[in-house]
């Protein structure tokens, strides 16, 4: 698809201001790649509230108001509840704009094929944005396996504990979208949390060819359920297996500034391992990543293991984006439908009784 790269400050609209811009307007703020021209959300409250950050923008209550208004917008930072993703991300980029998404891409295969075909239609970008790619503690144990000094990868394992106590709020209206996901089949853990866990899977190590899995269930208040115990394990193409274990603790407190994510990279090689401690929250007080080669431990204590950053740096990608048109998107809708399809053959894994199934050939 073609595209011409903006020779001046990108025109974009925030759609959907809840929880998650407080994280993402890091990239915006004071980036002399963009200018934000509008804002949207059915909330009053939320316009007010964000309109003290852009006063100059201005807000709408719909998509369809902005397109209405004859606006100029080049593109659009979405952040809206999972189930609202297909059919918005089409409005948007059929008003011709480009579309930042956040992750996942949408619910199933179908949607994804919609989106990818009204992207073509229209001649925009779409890309889904993956955070976790640009947490500098992750970027540096990419680095450290590709240069080849923990030996041959023999394996890894990948660790989420979801605790119950600290961390940011989240507002009840947030929840009551996770609700409505997990009823559908899509819970926080395994697809919306794990999305992240399965998009490092496939940057750090490629193609996965065979996924088994046994999702659990925990009621943790009469009526809500949350999708852990669970475990994921899979083999990419190039025969490294990883393994993703997903445990609830409830009662457990966790030092966070955002979410309470209690999480773990461990990639084990033949001379060594190297380990990344903590990400969303402040989990392990050690330094964020932790190398171990031939009897010596190399901590690294100055990288910018503060989670937000990698909002602000996969936000200044994405906008720099639109002034080259060079590089990887990170990930383009194309590479998200992969980590769609690394979830969906987990899902059909666990429905079978943990048999393996080839994300590729899911219909
Ligand atoms: N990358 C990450 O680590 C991360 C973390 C949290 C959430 N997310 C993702 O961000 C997205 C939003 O999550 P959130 O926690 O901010 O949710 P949220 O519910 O807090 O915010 C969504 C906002 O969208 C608004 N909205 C609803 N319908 C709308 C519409 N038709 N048009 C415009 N706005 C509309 C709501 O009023 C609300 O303010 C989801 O895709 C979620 O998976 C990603």
Known sequence: MSFSPYDRPVRAAFVGLGRVYDLNIRA???????EVVALVDPSDERRTQRQADWPEARAFASVAELAASGLEVDAVEALLPIPLHSDTVIEMLGSGWHVNLQKPICNDLAGAERMIEAAE??????????????YEPLQKLKATVDSGELGEVSGYH???????LGGWD????TYEWQFQ??????????????????????WLFGPVKEVRAWIGNTEVIPGIDVDAPSTLVWEHVNGI?????????????LRSDYYTNDERWEITGRRGYARVNRCTGRGIQQPSLEVYVDGEMR???????????SFRDSGRHWLRWLHTGEGPMLWSAAESVEVLRFALAAYASSDAGGTGFDPVSLD
Do not use: C
């Open 181 to 202: 996901q997990a009823r559908g089949g899509r819970g926080t853990l395994v697809f919306d949390d794990g999305w992240h866990k399965l998009s490092t899977a496939i």
């Open 241 to 253: 297996r990883g393994i993703f274990d997903i445990t609830l603790a409830v009662d457990m407190y």
């Open 158 to 164: 990948v660790k989420m504990v979801a605790s119950g």
């Open 121 to 134: 239609t229209s001649g925009k970008q779409l890309r889904v944005m993956e955070n976790y790619l640009f």
């Open 299 to 309: 901590s690294y204590h100055a990288l910018d293991d503060d989670w937000a950053s």
């Open 28 to 34: 915006y703020a004071g980036n002399p790649d963009v």
């Open 170 to 173: 989240v507002p009840g209206s």
